[in-house]
């Protein structure tokens, strides 16, 4: 049993950097009254057996992890003795992801965060009902400011969480900071549609430190720009599930896009999959490589386990889990707009 030196999460805290999660809707959770502390563990413990993805490649001996935990489950005197173990427990799992949250601290993440719906196990989790999959809100990252480095811009918006604004030589540019504010895709749109009838003849996306959201948000800003089926989601449970972009594509015009090592989850898997469609040039510094599907599960007891239960990659190609984006121009972050709009200057006279 191998414990990740350095990754032990607090439940309690819900990261930036978490990727989309795949949800659904199913149902509420109900209080168990007298449910054994046996069966809890073993259904927390058989939901990361069985759905988590490619549990050999965290290197944590899941099994050796229940013979050590499970007597220290059962020699619980209370809830939260029984919390604190399953806490634990699924730290070892290291992924900065997957975590047990006891109910005291899924009422403080609902009240934040809005009610989040997810899979309602009814006995020990070695057997779950079929899934359908839908999308909601894996982070919650506001960023709001206008950032373009230092270049004057006419003709300012913002819409929702995106700013945008047209530079001096005619390049728009567009600020999308994270992929779970209501209407980011939208304002995308509008953006775009502002910055065209204000004469921009090029585009940049600037994406540098988006720590992800919806995968539906992701899929819908990218029908901003192209078609077709663009991703899959990649579990060890079932068949890979295939994504497209959402919507009719706005522009046709030359397009940037900013990445650095902020760059996680949907945010990752939108810039990656422009660069492989041939739609966008890349700019900046190598993505976090960090597109684990997560998946909560709610457990009779009123609590929660989120577990990492598969990877988005690109539709015919590998996933972006542990490697992330790598841009077609590196620069530094503070650099990478000076890069594309120079790039886009010079491609325009060619």
């Known amino acids: 049993m191998r414990r990740p030196e350095g990754r032990v999460r607090r439940a309690a805290s819900v990261r930036a950097a978490l990727v989309f999660l795949l949800l659904a809707v199913v149902g509420g959770t109900a ?11 073993d259904t927390a413990w058989n939901l990361v057996a069985t759905r988590y993805w490619h549990i050999e490649r965290t290197g944590v001996d899941w099994q050796a992890v229940r013979d050590a935990y499970r007597p ?9 003795g029984l919390y604190e173990v399953l806490e634990e427990m ?73 700013s945008y604004g ?9 600020r999308l900071p994270d992929l779970a504010s209501d209407g980011a895709a939208e304002a995308v749109r509008v953006a775009v549609t502002d910055l065209e009838e204000a004469g921009a003849w090029s585009l940049v996306l600037d994406l540098r ?14 029908g901003v720009f192209t078609r077709g089926f663009l991703w899959r989601a990649i579990t060890s449970w079932t068949l890979p599930m295939p994504y497209p972009a959402i919507g009719l594509a706005q522009t046709d015009l030359p397009l940037a896009v900013l990445i650095d090592g902020g760059v996680n989850s949907a945010a990752e898997g939108l810039a990656g999959a422009l660069q492989l469609r041939g739609r966008a040039t890349v700019f900046g510094e190598q993505s976090a490589g960090n597109v684990e599907a997560l998946l909560p599960f709610c457990l009779r007891d009123g609590s929660q386990a989120w577990i990492a239960t598969g990877v988005l990659a690109p539709i015919g190609g590998p996933t972006w889990e542990g490697r992330g984006v790598v841009p077609d121009v590196e620069s530094s972050s503070a650099t990478a707009l000076d890069a594309a709009i120079a790039y886009l200057i010079d491609q325009r006279e060619e």
């Open 31 to 41: 209080m168990a009254q007298g449910q054994g502390f046996a069966e809890r563990f």
């Open 166 to 174: 047209l530079t001096d030589g005619g390049v728009g540019y567009v």
């Open 90 to 162: 699924y730290s070892l799992l290291g992924d900065d992801h997957s975590v047990f949250v006891p109910p005291a601290k899924v009422a403080k993440v609902r009240a934040e965060y809005g009610d989040l719906p997810c899979i309602m196990v009814l006995g020990s989790g070695a057997t779950l009902p079929a899934l359908n999959q839908a999308l909601a809100a894996g982070s919650w990252n506001r960023l709001l400011r206008l950032q373009a480095d230092g270049y004057a811009l006419s003709g300012e918006g913002h819409v929702a969480n995106v």
């Open 72 to 80: 220290r489950a059962l020699a619980a005197t209370d809830d939260a």
């Open 209 to 222: 430190g988006n720590p992800g959201g919806r995968l539906v948000t992701m899929m819908q800003v990218a």
